[in-house]
């Protein structure tokens, strides 16, 4: 049962990009092209998301918990640092190269484009090594807090 609420929010946002078009990388790849063929639909995409998530954050901050879940996991951090900004920096290039990030990438799958396979392998293999880079840093600091304890 707890599975329905993601599944649908998930069937929602796939329903908006392929209606939107959004999965296609001419579509997307035609917005960044200021100074070209230029398509503003994206701007109007974003706009419109805008204007049902912010709502949708307020309502939610005045809550105590959320309706379907036991407490809210909202993010840590708040402040812009150079994992954010590299982060960022590598998510545009690779949706400015390809015109797809990771959503239309996973829906744009069903086309069993030999492209998408590999973009979203790609995707896939930088995200597990990201983890395995987090986890290593994680290890290697806990181990310097350890023997600093055990030697101070």
Known sequence: MRI?????????????????G?????KVLGFLDIFGAWDPSLAVVM?????????????AG?????????????PGKSGIDSPLVAGA????????LVGLCPGPAL?????????????????????????????SRLTAQR???LASATDG
């Open 89 to 96: 920096a590598l998510f545009g290039i690779g949706w400015g």
């Open 47 to 59: 706009a419109a998301a805008l204007a049902v998530s912010v709502p949708g954050f307020m309502l």
């Open 4 to 20: 329905i609420p993601p599944l649908l929010c998930g069937l929602i946002f796939g329903a908006g990009l392929l209606i939107s």
């Open 22 to 26: 959004m999965v296609q990388p001419t």
């Open 143 to 145: 181990e310097r807090l």
């Open 107 to 135: 829906e744009s799958l069903a086309t069993l484009s030999p492209g998408i396979i590999v973009f979203v392998v790609a995707m896939a293999a930088g995200m597990m090594a990201h983890d395995a880079w987090q986890q």
């Open 62 to 74: 005045r809550r105590s918990r959320p309706w379907l879940a036991g407490k809210y996991f909202w």
